[in-house]
């Protein structure tokens, strides 16, 4: 059942109620009410004011299928559906055309873990390695980071147990829809997220939980069999002929060789050092469109009051969050906000010294006065230049000037946002979060121009859905450049094996084929079960 509302004062257990009767049942012919989905309608009316209600979707089991008009229109409509039973990670011993008996699994990020929880509940044999630390150790890095400036090329903000979401605002939505998103989500909840991850239209655990969730996940895993192997970087596949194709037997580490059946590679989007490496021993690689931009942040109570107005209602609300678009005409290059986080901060997303990449993140509770996000726009692959690096180049060499115009001291170059928009300096910057701090800088002269047209626009379009955006309350900190890697690993669609190593199985966002949190634990488990199921 779709479209079912609630107001923000009324208890979910009007819900069964409100859903037999769209379906024309009685409420005791419901035997079972699972919220699906949940999100906030703050949509102006037809007279200017908001009225708040929720916009619930949910699942129902019923003892046997309605014979009223009202199920019946529904149905006709589109507002009822019949759904399949939630997917498993378990794959029945009937569907398995395989059963290696050792997998490695490289990359304790979502798409490694849950590769790896798959396999282990189907009785694999699992080593996971991951160049970073497990959690504790990982934090201390990161701490000696902020005090001392000296960034851990193996440890950091994106690399270690949980990948870089660990250290992000811990959002689980995403436009993928899978039946495995249900156990996934479940699998979290079991560890210690809040139940209502389940269905919120904006889930989001913050990074605070997530430090007590990975502990969590990781023991289970391990009770499993799952065996962990820390600071432990990739070096090398060992490859072998068989029947003319090239199939793997091992991976060569820091910490010495590991023999396997197969690879699940899940090394993240920054693994640019694994990349070269894999390219040079014949994996295939290519060229693909990616994101470029800036982080902007605002005070908070600018979001708040453009989201939700002024009031005692809007006051209940919380922290606001936006998702917004600013569509392409013709030859005008468009853009769209990205990993928004409310009550947030920015951090320096970076694993190389010399280099300066923005990133934002929050905890569960939004308690920061300020508000970001990124504002990005596509870059095609004609703009990177020749090469199956060019992305990765021209990447390097935006955080690069960034890293330098902030004074090489992992300061960030910042701009007002209404200065950017008129093309002039700004006299005087305004508080931020961003702990290494702030330095004058003219980013609307360091992005490349075609990027920094479309975040002009973007920004004129987002003041008109929140006025204020695009002003002097806005503050632009840069640069942001690895919202998704700017290439993939070509791979079979069905068995998910890597085009000319069927045993190797690229996922997740390093390899091309994931933007987050959840989409990335999706794909990893996609394709272990594909291990289990699809001849290679």
């Known amino acids: ?67 009223s008009d009202t199920f019946e229109r529904g149905l006709r409509g589109g507002r009822v559906r019949e759904v399949e039973a939630p997917a498993q990670f378990g794959v029945p011993a009937a569907e398995r055309v395989s059963q290696p008996a050792h997998v490695a699994v490289v990359g ?68 993928v829809d899978h039946p495995l998103s249900l156990p996934i989500l479940e699998a979290l909840v079991a560890g210690g997220a809040p139940p209502e991850i389940v269905y919120d239209a904006r889930a989001h655990i913050g990074t ?48 010495g060789p590991i023999d396997c059946d197969a690879i699940v590679l899940g090394v993240g989007h920054s693994a640019r050092d694994t990349w070269a490496l894999l390219h040079e021993q014949g994996v295939e690689i290519e060229v693909r469109a990616s994101q470029l931009g800036v982080r902007i942040e605002h005070p908070q109570k600018l979001i708040d009051r453009g989201r939700f107005g002024e009031g005692p209602e809007a006051e209940r609300l919380g922290a606001a969050y936006y998702s917004l678009v600013c569509r392409k005409s013709g030859d005008k290059p468009g853009g769209y906000s990205f990993c928004m986080c409310p009550g947030g901060q920015i951090v320096a997303s970076v694993n190389t010294p010399g280099l300066l990449c923005t990133n934002g993140m929050s905890n569960s509770r939004h308690s920061s006065p300020y508000a970001n996000a990124a504002v990005v726009t596509p870059v095609e692959p004609s703009a990177f230049g020749p090469g199956v690096f060019a992305g990765v180049d021209f990447q390097r060499e935006l955080e690069a000037r960034f ?73 632009l900190v840069g640069v942001e450049t690895r919202c998704s890697a700017p290439l993939r690993l070509p791979r079979d669609p069905e068995s998910f094996g890597a085009r000319g190593i069927p045993n190797l199985l690229p996922v997740g966002e390093g390899a091309g084929y994931a933007g987050g949190i959840l989409s990335a634990a999706i794909d990893g488990a996609r394709a272990a079960q594909a291990l289990l199921r699809v001849p290679r």
């Open 1 to 67: 059942m779709t479209n079912l509302t609630l107001g923000l004062d009324e208890p979910e257990a009007a819900l069964r109620e409100r859903a037999a009767e769209a379906l024309g049942v009685e409420a005791d012919q419901v035997r079972e009410l699972r919220i699906a989905r949940k999100s906030l309608d703050a949509r102006r009316s037809a007279g200017g004011r908001r009225r708040f209600r929720f916009v619930v979707h949910v699942d129902v089991t019923l003892d046997q299928t309605p014979a």
């Open 403 to 475: 890293f330098a115009a902030g004074g090489s001291d992992y300061r960030a170059p910042a701009q007002r946002a209404s200065d950017f928009m008129a093309g002039r300096a700004s006299s005087s910057l305004l508080p931020t979060s961003y702990k290494f701090g702030t330095a004058p800088g003219r980013i609307d002269e360091l992005l490349p121009e075609g990027v920094r047209d479309a975040v002009r626009r973007s920004l004129a379009a987002f003041d008109r859905n929140i006025p204020g955006f695009a002003g002097s309350e806005g503050m």
């Open 208 to 255: 605070d939980r997530l430090h007590r969730i990975l502990p969590a996940l990781r023991e289970g895993l391990e009770m499993s069999g799952v065996t962990f192997r820390w600071r432990t970087r990739l070096e090398g596949l060992r490859l072998r002929d068989q029947g003319g194709r090239r199939v793997v037997e091992g991976i060569e580490t820091s910490q």
């Open 108 to 175: 304790a990020g979502p798409a490694g873990l849950f590769a790896a929880r798959v396999l282990a509940e189907n009785g694999v044999a699992v080593t996971l390695i991951d160049r970073g630390d497990s959690l504790r150790p990982r934090g201390r890095a990161l701490a000696h980071f902020l005090n001392h400036r000296e960034v851990d090329p193996e440890s950091n903000l994106l690399f270690g147990e949980g990948g870089a979401g660990t250290y992000s605002d811990g959002k689980l939505y995403t436009r």
